[in-house]
């Protein structure tokens, strides 16, 4: 198994739901990302997780939750969201040594799931 | 000044044309990606590069570590091919970098018939 799945492939919520996203990998990768795409601009990552526990958040605002269960599963919980945080958000995985990234492995991307606000 | 730049941002060629895009970077890195992204869709990952030249049917990626510069050519171009292409580097693993990714702004390519 290549493959990062993100699921679902569209949502639409309302400012006061409560959803998730969810990314799921069994190719043994250590490093799980979430990067947040606008339309025609270059994605921005938002959250880092490295074996398991938060490596990095990009000051992103605390409506979105990020969650790491477990080696191959991440969650991104989202409540009270605003119409301006419509946008793709991708997942994606990577192999990682320990103290420093491994620099023979690429990245695999997610298909992105697809978020509207209203 | 951006850490990554891509040139051209929008290219039109016709179908059967060779065609190149430039990255230029300015940071220390591990690795090169070059991307593609259909409209609306996600990101796939054409190639990794860390030297040299990577061939993949008619996709060809060179980088110039030295130059800091890579491109990505497109041999035969077909209406298929019209995306947008990203570069983004892996900054380099000393000095505390996570191993995300900078991306370049992207290039959207649209091959006409």
């Known amino acids: 198994d290549t493959e990062v799945t993100q699921t679902p492939k569209h949502l639409v919520m309302g400012m006061t739901n409560k959803k998730s996203l969810k990314c799921e990998q069994h190719?043994?990768?250590?490093?799980m990302y979430w990067y947040k795409q606008k339309a025609k601009k270059p994605p921005e990552l938002m959250f880092v997780?490295?074996?398991?526990?938060?490596?990095i958040n990009e000051s992103v605002p605390s409506r979105f939750s990020p969650e790491c269960p477990n080696s191959s599963l991440l969650n991104l919980h989202l409540h009270a969201l605003q119409p301006e945080d419509s946008a793709l958000y991708l997942c994606?995985?990577?192999?990682?040594?320990?103290?420093?990234?491994?620099?023979?492995?690429?990245?695999?991307f997610g298909s992105g799931t697809r978020l509207t606000v209203v | 000044k951006n850490e990554v730049e891509q040139s051209p941002q929008n290219l039109t060629a016709q179908e059967g044309e060779f065609i190149t895009i430039n990255c230029s970077y300015s940071?220390?890195?591990?690795?090169l990606h070059w991307l593609q992204q259909h409209p609306g869709g996600g990101i796939v990952s054409l190639f990794m590069?860390?030297?040299g030249k990577k061939k993949h049917g008619r996709l060809i990626a060179t980088i110039n570590i030295q130059e800091k510069h890579s491109s990505l050519h497109i041999t035969a171009s077909h209406p298929r091919d019209s995306a947008v292409y990203i570069c983004?580097?892996?900054?380099?693993?000393?000095?505390?970098?996570?191993?995300?990714?900078?991306f370049g702004k992207g290039t959207k390519l649209s091959v006409k018939p």
């Open positions: 994606a995985s990577s192999q990682w040594d320990r103290g420093f990234a491994n620099t023979n492995y690429g990245y695999t």
């Open positions: 190719m043994g990768h250590r490093a």
């Open positions: 997780y490295s074996y398991e526990k938060l490596s």
């Open positions: 590069l860390s030297s």
């Open positions: 983004a580097v892996r900054s380099s693993p000393y000095g505390g970098s996570q191993g995300n990714l900078i």
């Open positions: 940071v220390g890195i591990s690795a």
